[in-house]
Nanobody
Framework: QVQLVESGGGLVQAGGSLRLSCKPSGTIFSINAMAWYRQAPGKQRELVASITNRGSTNYADSVKGRFTISRDYAKNTVYLQMDSLKSEDTAVYYC???????????????WGQGTQVTVSS
């Protein structure tokens, strides 16, 4: 099965930066938006940022002004630039999209396995 593959997580001190990336392991057809979610211990998964196939972006209030989502449309790759990181940003970050396993198939959800981001204070 085609999955999304994430990279770029790690350990960083408060105030530092990380850049996450995510791309499909194979071909996904008809992608129209991509997004980043995160889940901290003891908390529900939350939407961090999203970007449409037209470049429109949305951000959670907690990351506005600090995180930037971008996308390489030709490669179906999404990035999350994280600046001014806080300890509260510590979580497993997941990328997500919707698309088709074949051009004729129904749309499905696709998820990455997650990448750990740990911010020390």
């Amino acid at each position: 099965q085609v999955q999304l593959v994430e990279s770029g997580g790690g350990l960083v001190q408060a105030g530092g930066s990380l850049r996450l990336s995510c791309k499909p392991s194979g071909t996904i057809f008809s992608i129209n938006a991509m997004a980043w979610y995160r889940q901290a211990p003891g908390k529900q998964r939350e939407l961090v940022a999203s970007i449409t196939n037209r470049g429109s972006t949305n951000y959670a209030d907690s990351v506005k002004g600090r995180f930037t989502i971008s996308r390489d449309y030709a490669k179906n790759t999404v990035y999350l630039q994280m600046d001014s990181l806080k300890s509260e940003d510590t979580a497993v970050y997941y990328c997500n999209t919707q698309g088709r396993p074949a051009s004729w198939a129904p749309r499905e959800d696709y998820w990455g396995q997650g990448t750990q981001v740990t911010v020390s204070s």
